[in-house]
């Protein structure tokens, strides 16, 4: 099955740095890329996500890159604020061998932005 | 989002109880998921469905049993609870399995 590895495990960084987290994944046929932001007490929620025809998808502040020669992909949060401080969880999307996708998620980089 | 709740919130069970976990989904999305959530481990998933009357094994199945007689509803159950089952569950459901999915609020599931 797929393996996605994220690192890294914590980050921090000052306000309005920019933070960037890397993942990589094993299975040559993931196409579909999701971040997850999770903040304290609180459900994921999707932020970004890019497939696998796109090398680069923005929004705002964020933004994330795949290399599918490579099998990595990166979340990029520029001009960091202090409520971007969360759990982040990158994923990909794996076939199960049933005919059905399911994402397996890397173990997540808690960031903190630092006032 | 308001549609898919899950429920109780918080649970504290004993070690050896049978425990069942809801979830509801107002979208009538085909495909819904149970995953558990433990520092250092990320997101595991437990079992998924694809639709009414068919589901499978994830990656840590074992202890759970789940069930998905409608569309709407996949709940989660322990047989007998153990310790090693405190965790937070999340239940996620989504209208293709090639897209992302929208997760519950979760349940913050004790063991003692």
């Known amino acids: 099955g797929e393996n996605v590895e994220q690192h890294p495990s914590t980050l921090s960084v000052q306000e309005g740095d920019s933070a960037v987290i890397k993942c990589t994944y094993s299975d040559s046929a993931s196409n579909y890329f999701p971040w997850y932001k999770q903040e304290l007490g609180k459900r994921p929620q999707l932020i970004i996500d890019i497939r696998s025809n796109v090398g680069e998808k923005k929004d705002q502040r964020i933004a994330v890159t795949l290399n599918k020669t490579a099998k990595h992909f990166s979340l990029h949060i520029t001009e960091t604020q202090p409520e971007d401080s969360a759990v982040y969880f990158c994923?990909?999307?794996?076939?199960?061998?049933?005919?059905?996708?399911?994402?397996?998620f890397g173990k997540g980089t808690k960031l903190s932005v630092i006032p | 989002d308001a549609g898919i709740t899950q429920s109780p919130r918080y649970k504290i069970t004993e070690t050896g109880r049978q425990v069942t976990l809801m979830c509801h989904q107002t979208?009538?999305?085909?495909?819904m998921f149970w995953y558990r959530q433990d520092l250092g481990h990320g997101l595991r998933l437990i079992y998924y469905s694809a639709a009414a009357d068919i589901t499978d094994k994830g990656e840590v199945p074992d202890g759970y049993v789940v069930s998905r007689s409608k569309t709407e509803n996949f709940p989660l159950t322990l047989e007998s609870a153990t310790r090693s089952q405190t965790s937070v569950y999340f239940c996620?459901?989504?209208?293709?399995?090639?897209?992302?999915?929208?997760f519950g609020s979760g349940t913050r599931l004790t063991v003692v």
């Open positions: 994923a990909a999307y794996s076939n199960s061998g049933a005919g059905s996708y399911q994402l397996t």
């Open positions: 979208w009538s999305h085909s495909y």
């Open positions: 996620a459901s989504t209208l293709d399995s090639r897209y992302g999915y929208t």
